[in-house]
């Protein structure tokens, strides 16, 4: 299994806080990273292009000092996003450690972060995009399972996993639901090499989001989730009651006219979103400490699996 090298210096668990819409910020990414797991935030979380250098230089002075495990950008790479350009001159001027891409896999993005040994990872939801991320020539590909909170896929883990392994030696990240130290250890096992955690990051205290969606999350189970593209005419998985809040029927919502980057922020900002892994939050740590937990988790999940008996055997 592969991780590049220039994303383990310093990391202490193969996992990455996933990038969540209008919820990562400076705070959840710097304890993160000093915590010794990747931390990453939307470049369209900042309202502006220079509010995003204004994030990375803060990020960067904040982690000065520090031995702390790389930092990421996402980028959405599609035609509604009109920042994309700005955005990616700033993140290769910055130097962003991780850039990891969505909606679209494009080589000249990925020649830009390459030019400056950046690396960049590419979200997918089924095998054509992995052959695609893949031929534009990405570091890294994250599989987004059935599960996943905010753009998720409907494909179960094992068989996505298997598929993008078919497809793509590099380093693969597996999303869905994963939530706890030893879901992070299976997702090893399973082949990839490493985790990606959202959801159970949006119950921290850093995160940017309204102490209500917190609450909610915390009192949500799996069956409060609802699967949908009403909401951004992309699918995705939200609160259900969030939705009622917002007047929406999660049975029966009306159609969405489509995906329309420059209005997202406005549509998320009342329903909101979550995965399937709501069930095991039950608290509202901070990064440093939820980041000890999984760590812990992961330990005890690699003890036990070594002293299995059918492996001993």
């Not at 869905?176 to 090893?188: F, K, L, N």
Request: hydrophobic share 50%.
């Amino acid at each position: 299994m592969t991780i590049p090298s220039a994303l383990r210096e310093n990391l202490g668990l193969p996992a990455i806080a996933a990038p969540m819409f209008l919820a990562s910020g400076p705070d959840l990414v710097v304890e993160t990273c000093k915590a010794g797991m990747i931390g990453a935030f939307p470049a369209l979380n900042p309202r502006s292009t220079a509010g995003l250098e204004e994030w990375l230089s803060e990020i960067g002075a904040r982690l000065a000092g520090t031995a702390p495990a790389a930092h990421a950008v996402n980028l959405i790479v599609h035609r509604s996003n009109p920042r994309l350009e700005a955005d990616l001159e700033v993140v290769v001027r910055k130097r962003v450690p991780l850039v990891i891409t969505s909606l679209g896999a494009v080589p000249d993005v990925v020649r830009a972060v390459h030019a400056y040994g950046g690396c960049v990872f590419h979200d997918v939801i089924n095998r054509r995009h992995a052959e695609k991320a893949a031929e534009a020539g990405v570091d890294g590909i994250i599989g987004v399972a059935a599960g996943a909170g905010g753009h998720a896929g409907d494909r179960s883990p094992f068989a996505l996993l298997q598929e993008i392994r078919e497809v793509f030696d590099g380093c693969v990240v597996l999303a869905g639901a994963i939530g706890t130290g030893r879901q992070i250890a299976a997702a090893r096992v399973m082949g990839a090499d490493m985790a990606y955690l959202g959801t159970r990051f949006l119950a921290t205290r850093e995160a940017m989001i309204a102490p209500a969606y917190k609450d909610m999350i915390v009192a949500a189970r799996m069956a409060d989730i609802a699967y949908t593209d009403a909401v951004s005419g992309v699918n995705a998985n939200f609160l259900r009651p969030s939705m009622v809040q917002a007047g929406l029927d999660p049975d029966n919502p009306e159609p969405h006219g489509g995906l329309d980057m420059e209005n997202e922020a406005k549509a998320w900002k009342t329903v909101w979103s979550a995965g399937h892994g709501v069930g095991a939050i039950g608290d509202q740590p901070r990064a440093a400490d939820l980041v000890a937990a999984l760590k812990a988790g992961y330990a005890e999940a690699v003890t036990l699996a070594a002293s299995d008996p059918f492996i001993a055997r």
